[in-house]
């Protein structure tokens, strides 16, 4: 017999990038009462990272819990964006039931069947949520029919396919079960997810099991271990052993205990099966390993995650400025930093290279890779990073490389040009809908490499109004060659300070990144030739000054702004020969060899 928490429900919040989880979850956390009314709460509160709040993203999954008449509900939101799949994947393993959200126009997008699919195969609970019925063209009746074809084509169980429904303005936070009729609070939210999330049911003669699903850590008592109580209970000063992934067995002791409570972390004084929880002492744990019982130990199934499919070299800086900027710039110190990073990013993965300065560093995507590299450049560090490259493996003697379904939304005026630029990316469209509203969405599989540095030219190409998503969708055999940036780099020939001068002088040979009075050296990209090759430029040379009236005269010099690029911007634009030069405080782009 199972034995079941009726207290408890453990609910994860999935969605495609954007349809309003963390907002929603804003709603729920009010409607508990967790904030006083006169309290202030910055919006998207969960999205509490300083990159999270910047790029209007989630990045990482969160915990919380909030009470529910006499239950208490575990929720975890979750990053919707393909490149941080890795975070849901994790989190699936903690819940017994999803709370499934599409916004009611865009109805569901590529990430939105990654993260049911996941579910489903899971066998958790779905609970579907249509939210943003206050847009303007909403339409949450398609939408609904496009969920059942969705939860079809993913071979959904009958139980599965019985799915609540219901419909919400996350922002104003309200739920209603007939989108006619406007709802007033997120109660039949919260009821339907009590009445329909199954509680936790474990196995009372089973020992302690505890699956093992993120690190986190904590100024006083270091690393936190967080997850499910499978089987069991623990409390503190529990001596227990930590089955490791390679099987392994080490005893260990639990020296705080903690649950959720809000946003908080509280300690407890014991937690039993069906309880999300964290654990202090247990400093050589990592993602996917159980704490188990100390004379039974059993471990739980693995956490499976899927394979990365873009990697990068990141290195130390070699940049003959490296070290103006940075505090930590040695092999050493970046290395170090990668190694931390594996103990608690599930999805990335590092391995040495020929080079000992060099690791090669793969992720879900170019995004994720980015939002690495900013996190590491603000802590302090200096590094540099080539082209991002798609991973390949062999398979019977074929070369196979990772493809992606591509959805495009734009404008139907633009439907040529970007058909034409991924047909050029070796993109094969599947097919074009078309709602009627002027926008139509395109599908095509392509390559990932035919992806990399695409969203600028699609951004161009439909004027800033185009969606661009995509989803990895397996491997396929080398598609052949696709062909990169079409322009040469601007290469300067010294060291020096760019002047406006001779920036004045150059510009009809391209476009510059950089603007007078930065410093530049030999070797080092200072802008994008029209030409498809490269060009040494002489970027400081000073006009000789021979009378007062020149030298106002060079002040009068009309400049074309330069063009300062993102850190994906730059990465997108390299080329195999080049490097992004990443500092706390600059990004420059320059050649390999200084004179090639
Ligand atoms: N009109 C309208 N806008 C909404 C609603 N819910 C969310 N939004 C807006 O949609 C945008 C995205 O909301 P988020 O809550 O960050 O979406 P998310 O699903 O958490 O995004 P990721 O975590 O990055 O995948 C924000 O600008 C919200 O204000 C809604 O019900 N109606
Ligand atoms: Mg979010």
Redesign the pocket.
């Known amino acids: 017999m199972k034995h079941e928490r009726p207290d408890i429900r453990n609910v994860a919040i999935i ?1 495609h ?8 979850v804003d709603a729920m956390l009010w409607q508990s009462g967790i904030f006083r009314a006169n309290e202030t709460v910055p919006e ?1 509160i969960l ?1 509490s990272l300083a990159l999270e709040r910047e790029k ?3 990045i990482m999954a969160k915990n919380m819990a909030i009470r529910y008449r006499d239950v208490k509900l575990n929720l975890v939101d979750t ?3 393909a490149d941080f799949g890795g975070e849901v994947e994790r989190t699936l393993a903690l819940v017994d039931g999803v709370l499934l ?1 599409v916004d009611a126009a865009e109805g569901p997008l590529p990430q939105t069947r990654f993260v049911l699919g996941k579910a489903l195969e899971a066998h958790l609970t779905p609970v579907v949520v249509v ?2 019925i ?2 303007q063209d909403a339409r949450p009746r398609e939408v609904l029919d496009e969920i059942y074809d969705l939860f079809i084509d993913l071979d959904a169980t009958e139980d599965q396919l019985d799915f609540p429904v219901l419909y ?4 104003r936070g309200t739920a209603t079960e007939d989108p006619r009729v406007p709802g007033r609070s997120l109660a039949p939210l919260f009821e339907t997810l009590l009445r329909t999330i199954p509680p936790p049911r474990s196995d009372p003669e089973a020992p302690l099991q505890i699956l093992i699903a993120s690190l986190g850590y904590d100024n006083y008592v270091g690393r936190l271990a967080i997850g499910r109580i499978v089987n069991g209970a623990v409390r503190p000063g529990d001596r227990v052993a930590v089955i490791k992934r390679d099987g392994s067995v080490e005893p260990a002791k639990i020296t705080l205990l903690y649950t959720y409570e809000g946003l908080d972390r509280v300690e407890a004084a014991e937690a039993a099966a069906g309880d999300l929880v964290a654990l202090a002492g247990l400093e050589e744990i990592g993602i996917g390993e159980t704490v188990a019982d100390l004379e039974r130990p059993q471990p739980l199934p693995p956490i499976r995650v899927d394979e990365p499919t873009v990697a990068m070299i990141f290195s130390a800086s070699a940049s003959p400025f490296s070290g103006r900027d940075g505090q930590f710039v040695t092999s050493r110190h970046l290395r170090e930093r990668l190694d931390k990073e594996l103990l608690t990013n599930v999805s990335i993965r590092v391995e040495s290279t020929d080079s000992p300065s060099a690791s090669r560093v793969s992720g879900r995507g170019e995004l994720q890779l980015a939002i690495l590299i900013e996190t590491i450049r603000r802590e302090g560090y200096e590094l540099e990073v080539g082209k991002p490259e798609v991973i390949t493996k062999s398979v019977d003697g074929s070369l196979l490389e990772p493809m992606e379904q591509l959805t495009a939304d734009c404008p139907e005026e633009f439907i040529g040009a970007v058909t034409q630029r991924v047909g050029a990316r070796k993109g094969q469209m599947l097919r074009v809908v078309n709602h009627g509203t002027g926008r139509v969405r395109l599908v095509f599989k392509i390559p990932t490499r035919g992806l990399i540095g695409y969203r600028a030219e699609f951004l161009t190409d439909t004027k800033g109004t185009g969606l661009l998503n995509h989803l990895f969708d397996g491997w396929a055999p080398w598609q052949g060659d696709i062909r990169g940036r079409a322009t040469g780099a601007l290469v300067s020939d010294r060291d020096g300070q760019a002047t406006a001068y001779a920036i004045d002088h150059l510009q009809p040979r391209g476009e510059f990144f950089v603007a007078p009075g930065d410093p530049v050296y030999e070797g080092m990209v200072v802008g994008e030739h029209t030409r498809d090759t490269d060009l040494p430029v002489n970027i400081t040379k000073e006009k000789k000054l021979t009378n007062m009236r020149s030298s106002t005269a060079d002040e009068a010099i009309q400049l074309v702004p330069p063009r300062r690029m993102s850190l994906e911007q730059c990465l997108e634009w390299i080329r195999e020969d080049e490097l992004v030069e990443v500092t706390p405080k600059a990004l420059r782009l320059r050649k390999r060899e200084p004179s090639a």
């Open positions: 969605a990038v954007d349809h309003g989880k963390t907002t929603l998207r999205d209007g993203i989630t990053p919707g964006h959200l939210n943003k206050d847009r919400t303005d996350a922002k």
